[in-house]
């Protein structure tokens, strides 16, 4: 298969690390930046172009895109037109939504990104809940926070997309979070309330930081924290069971289960897995998402994560959004 790579920064290097790695390496990326083209071109060795229109339905396969959120649609409705399969980054923007859910028996696989269901902890932390481990679950708590400077240090913060408020870091962390909290919980969320709101002086138009407080279909309660403004990072969650508790912490590298009846603490390792240079975040999970997406196109097995559910979490950040604006 022939790969059209749109968007050719950070993420769009990254899925193209993903398709060799997978054994694709037939692929042409797509950039308005001269700079982001040399660089994959040099770094990469693939063919690049600045203007998308020059590109027919004869000349890929499939489309993968890492275009800033605000920006998807239309490659989408590309893809969907020229009637190929499709690959796309968590996003907020639902311009092109009623399209894709249209007409799903197309034969075209439509894969929105879903991440971290694919990260090895959290695919540990689902067997241990599905098997009993800790009784039943109850209720969790979860922080994500990490200061926004620091996520792209090799650029100024205010000049990309997560510093404006319509696609800023919060508001396009929280769907992103929720696609793997919801399948580690196992049922959507039925009710919520919360905020999102700029606290810090950072020096940007976008909500800093997003709390809420939430109540799945299942009834198990949880709250989330997310924060672009703590200047240690965090990813941490605690899952309260009947019988036990869950404990994970990224940083810390394990998995944690609290016993209540033999008042024990078992400690799980987890592999550190690849990283790229300059990255922390390991880099298999990213691979065996694109995998994946491989696997549906062959028609292996149907990938995992529908727009459907992805119209659903938005619909939760909605409501938060919506009382938001009336305090």
């Known amino acids: 298969m022939r790969f059209l790579v749109v968007g050719l920064g950070s993420m769009g290097k990254r899925r193209i690390r ?12 797509f950039d308005v930046s001269d700079e982001r083209r040399k660089e994959v071109e040099e770094k990469y060795g693939i063919e690049t ?25 239309p490659y989408i409705r590309k893809a969907l037109q020229d009637k ?29 990104s879903c991440t971290f269901r694919h990260f090895a902890p959290i695919k540990l932390m689902k067997k241990l809940i599905e098997e009993g481990k800790i009784g039943k679950l109850l209720a969790y708590q979860y922080h994500l926070g ?27 962390l929280f769907p992103f979070e929720l696609c793997w909290l919801n399948w580690l919980i196992g049922a959507e969320v039925e009710k919520v309330k919360g905020y999102i709101s700029h606290i810090s002086d950072l020096d940007m138009d976008a909500d800093d930081v997003l ?22 990072p965090f990813r941490a969650l605690t899952l309260l069971g009947s ?12 998995v ?10 078992e400690m799980i390792p987890n592999e550190k ?38 119209i659903k979490n938005l619909a939760i950040l909605n409501v938060i959004e919506e009382r938001a604006n009336k305090t």
Not at 50 to 66: G, P, Q, R, T
Not at 213 to 225: C, F, T
């Open 84 to 112: 190929k399969h499709f690959f796309v980054e968590t996003t907020t923007s639902e311009d092109a939504y009623d399209d894709v859910i249209k007409s799903v028996n197309d034969g075209i696989v439509r894969a929105p």
């Open 243 to 254: 019988e036990g508790v869950i404990e994970w912490d990224w940083l810390g590298n394990e």
């Open 146 to 172: 990490q200061y926004l400077p620091d996520w792209h240090p090799w650029e100024d913060y205010r000049q990309v997309f997560f510093s404006r408020k319509e696609t800023g870091a919060c508001r396009e």
């Open 211 to 232: 709390s809420a407080s939430l109540i799945h279909e299942n009834d198990v309660r949880g709250n989330i924290l997310i924060d672009v403004i703590s200047r240690k």
């Open 273 to 310: 897995g690849k990283t790229e240079e300059g990255y922390i975040i390991v880099e298999d999970m990213y691979i065996e998402e694109i995998k994946i997406f491989l696997d549906a196109i062959k028609g292996v097995a149907p990938y995992p994560y529908t727009f459907v559910e992805v």
């Open 49 to 73: 172009i600045s203007d998308i229109s020059l590109v027919s339905e004869k000349d890929y396969d499939a489309m993968i895109i890492s275009t800033p959120p605000n920006l998807h649609a």
């Open 256 to 265: 944690r289960i609290y016993n209540a009846n033999t008042k024990q603490t």
């Open 18 to 29: 993903n398709l060799f790695a997978n054994d694709e390496k037939d692929a042409i990326g």
